[in-house]
């Protein structure tokens, strides 16, 4: 069965602490995306990771990915409330295709 | 340019009942797929789209089909709706299949009572 694991769910933050987000998948994809998603909206693109090495940086965020280990993670650089949000990794299936295997979400919540 | 709309924004239905919810892709895009959310979780693949042709389906019972017409827009009907078909309802669209830029939609809401 296919598997896209984030850790952790929930992650409460103080203002300017840094924190990693991991996504642990199972599938043979070398590509992997990193969604945002504010709460009732749509699926905002952070991060689209290609290859094996690659590093993405948008601001406070950084996005790596390490195909041969099946991880990704998603740092935060100190934090800002503007960062509060539901973050979701996914991957491609094993189908052919587009579709995503998404995880189940890392409600990252900061305060001051 | 418009990125992919979709509607009704929400849409509140009674158990039995049937549905249809509508995408419209980016100019261009000529695949769509379909992604069911419930509260709480990440979002479970429905369909995959992509000439007209259905090119992928996810673990969805037959109730869920969809269709996708010449001008790339896409349907997604439900039929015999139960309390759990409740969700956000994600499309989706790319290039062709297999690409890897996949742009969302605004989500339908539905709400089964």
């Known amino acids: 069965e296919l598997k896209v694991e984030q850790n952790p769910l929930f992650l409460s933050m103080q203002e300017g602490k840094n924190y990693t987000i991991y996504c642990n998948y199972s599938?043979?994809?070398?590509?992997l995306y990193w969604y945002r998603q504010d709460p009732g909206k749509s699926l905002e693109s952070l991060f689209v990771?290609?290859?094996?090495?690659a590093v993405k940086q948008e601001g406070r965020l950084m996005a790596s990915l390490d195909t041969k280990a099946r991880l990704s993670t998603l740092h935060i650089t100190a934090a800002v409330h503007d960062l509060s949000a539901t973050y979701f990794c996914a991957v491609d299936s094993d189908q052919a295709g587009t579709a995503l295997i998404f995880g189940k979400g890392t409600t990252l919540s900061v305060s001051s | 340019d418009a990125g992919v709309t979709q509607s009704p924004t929400h849409l509140i239905k009674t158990r039995g009942q049937q549905v249809t919810l509508r995408c419209s892709p980016i100019s261009g895009h000529k695949s769509v797929s379909w992604y069911q959310q419930v509260l709480g979780q990440g979002p479970q693949f429905i369909f995959q789209y992509y000439e007209k042709e259905e090119r992928g389906r996810g673990n969805f019972p037959d109730r869920f089909s969809a269709r996708q017409f010449p001008n790339y827009s896409s349907e997604l009907n439900v039929n015999a709706l139960l309390l759990g078909d409740s969700a956000l309802y994600l499309c989706a669209s790319s290039l062709f299949s297999g690409y890897y830029g996949q742009y969302f939609g605004p989500g339908t809401r539905l709400t089964v009572t």
């Open positions: 990771l290609l290859s094996n090495g």
């Open positions: 599938t043979t994809s070398d590509r």
